[in-house]
């Protein structure tokens, strides 16, 4: 389990994270989104144990990760931009890795030599960006990690190599209860694999849930009345988006389905449609309504 305890950062006077708190549960596989600049690689640098924190904690297994090398043998984290040595092949570097972590599991690095297609002789550095990260991952893997801490990690690889990768991670969580913690911005994928979803927003976390309670919360409904406006129907919930094309209104709306459907349905609509949410559109009105929204501008 990881522990965020009133988290602060500054940079200069740019407030990076500001206050944070959470918990992240051992096993799950926790998305965290948020717009550029928003703080997700400082928090993910402070739970690797890389940042001091300017106040507050991050603890894991009850105990404080920075400057804690037992804490950080047992996480494996991919930053967005990957560091290797220069002069270290595949096989070197796995030897290297085999020294610094303690879980090494060589049986494990043999046995992918199959499922990763490239010479274990290959210089690293001289890989492309997406063998590197084929690589990033390989070795991740075999070093048995508690946590992996995941900063948009499969940019870069190619379909094919993006859905074998997942399915490693995900055999991982199921086999010895990992815990993934995986910034992107590609939430299509974040949908498919997170349990949770933390959105960061100007430093601070300002939606966090079980991705299914997100989407059972939040609504999209297409409706059409006669002569009505369906936001005068719902003024006691919170409408996050309205648009009209012709007679049919489509919304967005926080909170209970069925007493939202009721209070429509009770103005007898000539159409009455509850449509599935994506993440993106999740993230998109959360987010719109906290003042980060799609503005269009004539260029
Ligand atoms: N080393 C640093 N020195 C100064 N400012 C920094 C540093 N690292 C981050 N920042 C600032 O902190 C804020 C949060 O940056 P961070 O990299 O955590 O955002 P992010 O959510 O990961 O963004 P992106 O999605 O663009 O990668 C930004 O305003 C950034 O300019």
């Given at each position: 389990m990881i522990e965020i305890n009133n988290l602060t950062k500054s940079f200069g006077d740019i407030k990076a994270l500001d206050n944070?708190?959470?918990?992240i549960e051992t096993g799950s596989i926790y998305g965290l989104l948020g717009p550029n600049g928003a703080g997700k690689t400082t928090l993910i640098k402070h739970i690797a144990g890389i940042y001091r924190p300017d106040s507050g904690s991050i603890d894991i297994k009850d105990k404080s990760v920075y400057e804690n090398p037992e804490i950080k043998s047992s996480l494996y984290y991919i930053p967005d931009d990957l560091y290797f040595?220069?002069?270290?092949?595949?096989?070197?570097?796995?030897?290297?890795?085999?020294?610094?972590?303690?879980?090494w599991n060589h049986e494990r690095f043999k046995k992918l030599q199959d499922y990763f297609p490239i010479d274990i002789n290959k210089r690293v550095t001289k890989?492309?960006?997406g063998m590197q990260k084929q690589v990033a991952f390989w070795l991740g893997i075999c070093t048995m990690p508690d946590i992996m801490i995941l900063d948009e990690p499969v940019d870069g690889l190619d379909p094919v190599m993006r859905k074998k990768v997942w399915n490693l991670m995900l055999q991982d969580v199921a086999e010895r209860d990992t815990t993934?913690?995986?910034?992107?911005?590609?939430?299509?994928?974040?949908e498919e694999i997170c349990s949770h979803i933390g959105i960061i927003y100007n430093g601070k976390i300002v939606v966090e849930r079980e991705l299914d309670n997100l989407k059972t919360d939040i609504h999209k409904i297409q409706v059409a009345f006669d002569d009505l406006s369906p936001t005068e129907l719902l003024q006691d919930f919170e409408v996050l988006h309205h648009s009209k094309n012709g007679s049919i209104n489509l919304l967005i709306v926080r909170g209970d389905k069925e007493e939202i459907l009721s209070q429509l349905q009770q103005a007898n609509p000539l159409i009455l449609d509850l449509?599935?949410?994506t993440l993106e559109e999740i993230f998109i009105y959360e987010l719109g309504g906290k003042g980060y929204e799609i503005d269009t501008t004539i260029i």
């Open positions: 944070i708190s959470t918990t040595f220069n002069q270290y092949s595949i096989k070197e570097t796995a030897k290297f890795y085999a020294r610094m972590y303690p879980s890989l492309s960006k993934i913690l995986v910034s992107s911005h590609n939430l299509r994928e974040l449509l599935s949410l």
